[in-house]
C-alpha cells in the first residue's frame, strides 16, 4: 500500500471567478474520487479565505488571475494565516516570470489549465505529499532564466519579477506616458494596458504610476 493511499484522497478547495471554471475542475476530478476529492469551492477571493479556513484542505486550487483580486495574493494570505496549508496555482500563462512570483509567495505548484486529468491528479498527489509541482513546459526554460538572470542576463525589471511587457511599459511610465500613449505605442488595447499596469504595481509594491517610476528610478530599474 503507498503513501498517497494510506493517507486517503487528497483533500482540494477549488477557487476562480469564474464557476464555470470550477464545475469544470469538478468534472475533471470526479472519476478520481478514490484519489481526490473536492470538499469545498469559492467563487472569487472574497469568501476563499474563511472557505479555506474551516474546511482546511491539503490543497488549495486556485487561478493566478481573477477580476477583483491575485491568486497569488490569496497564496500569500494563505500562507501568513496558515504556513502549513499548501497552494497551487493553475494558470493560462505559459511565462516563468509567474511561476517566479508564484514561489515567492509560497505556492507548491504552478500547473497550466491544459494540464490532463490524469497529471492534475498525480500532482496534487506530490505536492500533498510534500513536492512542488512545476508544469513539465515550464521547468527547463525556468532553470535557464534563473541562470541568466544570476549573472545579470536579462532584462530591466526581471529581478523584481517584470515580465518583458511589463518592464516596456514601466519604462513608458517613467518617460511620462499616458495609459493611450502606451497603448499607441505598443499597439494595445487601453483594457490590457490597464491589466499590466495593476500586476506592475502589486509586483512592485505600489499603488499608482507615480510611485511605480519613482521605484523603479529608485531601484536602478531605469535611469
Not at 43 to 71: F, H, T, W, Y
Not at 171 to 191: P, Q, Y
Amino acid at each position: 500500500m503507498t503513501a498517497a493511499v494510506m493517507a486517503g484522497p487528497v483533500r482540494v478547495v477549488l477557487v476562480d471567478d469564474h464557476e464555470i471554471v470550477i464545475e469544470g475542475l469538478k468534472a475533471m476530478l470526479g472519476p478520481f474520487n478514490s484519489r481526490v476529492r473536492v470538499v469545498g469551492s469559492a467563487v472569487g477571493v472574497e469568501n476563499a479565505l474563511s472557505v479555506v479556513a474551516g474546511l482546511k484542505p491539503d490543497i488549495v486550487l486556485c487561478d493566478v488571475r481573477m477580476q477583483r483580486a491575485s491568486g497569488l495574493d490569496l497564496c500569500r494570505s494563505i500562507r501568513e494565516r496558515d504556513p502549513d496549508r499548501k497552494v497551487i496555482l493553475l494558470s493560462v500563462y505559459d511565462d516563468e516570470q509567474y511561476l517566479f512570483q508564484a514561489l515567492r509567495v509560497g505556492a507548491s505548484g504552478y500547473l497550466l489549465k491544459g494540464i490532463t486529468s490524469d497529471e492534475l491528479v498525480r500532482q496534487l498527489e506530490y505536492v500533498r505529499d510534500g513536492s512542488t509541482a512545476i508544469d513539465s513546459s515550464l521547468a527547463a526554460r525556468a532553470v535557464d532564466t534563473a541562470a541568466r538572470l544570476q549573472s545579470d542576463e536579462f532584462w530591466p525589471g526581471a529581478r523584481q519579477g517584470l515580465t518583458q511587457r511589463e518592464s516596456e511599459i514601466l519604462s513608458l511610465i517613467v518617460n511620462g506616458l499616458s495609459n493611450r500613449g502606451i497603448a499607441n505605442k505598443l499597439v494595445i488595447g487601453d483594457e490590457t494596458v490597464k491589466s499590466h499596469l495593476r500586476s506592475i504595481y502589486r509586483k512592485l509594491g505600489v499603488s499608482d504610476r507615480t510611485s511605480a517610476a519613482a521605484t523603479a528610478l529608485r531601484e536602478g530599474i531605469y535611469r
